[in-house]
RNA sequence: GUGCCUGUAGCUCAAUGGCAGAGUGCUUCACUGUGGCUGAAGAUGUUGAGGGUUCGACCCCCUUCAGGCACCCCA
């Protein structure tokens, strides 16, 4: 490469291509949100530490949040995630606001780690949260927003599974094989790892944590019980809830979901490429509080959280990504050579004025211009030239489909 | 933050210490009113960057940057 200043390691370009795939994306993820009548919101990308320093401990802010300060010495926050801001904003108007809110956003994001394939430093994330109730009615609505995404972009229940738990069971279950409270945390952890580590590392973690040898053996078979849901009444609910709503070819049962964050307390959930060689697709559950430690009135509440980077991985691999967005609506005009440009500038403005997207060329060879607006991806290529002036036509070509035809100039706007 | 792999033309990749190449794409022409085909000609590189070893380095060594894989964490 030559001496370009190069970019932020773990950021990527968006060039018009990928700029016009990622609104696509946007527009998808809208009509999923909006169809269950969600609205939009947003924070601001900078926050103080101290919306995070709430959630002491957790790794996301102390050692992965891009952190700087202001020219007046105060620390900032490049947003790692939505829900403190989120939480703030719920608690700062939690008088007036109309709950249960229906809230999504789309936005950018920053962590700082190390970049690999579905994970880069500056992402984009799709938010979604339905909070002020404690439902498993609302569970299930997530759970079908999520599905619709999901089939509006062309990904079938045979390619990508919607994998769900419930925390309440797991912990019912671990309390009953004798696993005590303290050790629970450390445990679930490990759960939510277990197709991570070798068989044999993963037994010598869980053993370290004094766990008996009767006791593993117990959660083996406690995590390939896969009829587990059956023990739980809300999990028979949401099955039989998300049937209803048309989406439990999506929704299956996976003791092994845990999610990594604290604060979910009862449905946990993650989407999965079902051939396994992806990162999850977007991952979220229900939380008994989100405001807590915000301040203001406890809170409940179910929502998940989807990145761009491994969903536009998992449709391109599907070759489900939409081509030729970048002119959708755009028609290209020739330029037959140096006496018709003046017309062919009027052309361009009676398009104009009739609603379509117009790129004119520069007098050259027909050839090459026809070249032109085929890179360009535009469907609509237009000639005017001596024979179209005199009848008072012109011809429009389609350029996928190769036919061309002459329709007169008055009519130029209800051809297409 | 830890361990490992990779980096050569716009793209995909050759060249195993001895003249930097191919396919594809690109430009021009055949084609003086038409882009997907065909034929012909042409252009393109500080081999990611910096240093070292050597008569000689894409190749070996060191440093660094970027990407990838597994951890960690998570979207």
Redesign the pocket.
Known sequence: ???IV?S????RDFYPDEMARRAWLVEKLKAASEAFGYQRYEGPCLETIDLYAAKSG???VKE?AFVFEDRGGDPITLRP?LTPTLARMVASQQNELVFPLRWWAFGP?W?Y?????????E?Y?WNIDLIGSDSVQADAELLAVAANFLSLVGLRADMVQILINDRRLMDRKLTEIGIGTQTKPELL?LI??ID??PADIWEKNVTDLGLSAGQVDAIKVLLANTDLWQESEELSQVFEYVRALGVGEYIRYEPKII???DYYTGLVF?AHETKGDF??????GHYANLVADVGGQPLPGVG????????MLVLEAYGLLPSNLSYPGTVFVTV?DEKMLVESIKLTKELRESGFNVILAEPD????Q??L???LGVKF?L?L????FANGTV?V??????E?RSILRTEIGSIF
């Open positions: 490469m030559k001496n190069r932020v390691k773990g950021t957790e790794e996301l992965q995630e994001f962590r780690e190390r970049p690999q394939k579905g994970r880069t430093r992402f994330q952890k939510d790892r991570k580590q999610r990594g964050l993650e990162r999850a697709i977007l991952g979220g998940f959280a989807m990145g761009d980077v491994v969903v037959f060879k027909l050839g090459k026809f070249k607006a085929d890179r290529a000639v030239g001596p024979d179209e011809t070509k389609d350029l996928r489909s190769f061309q």
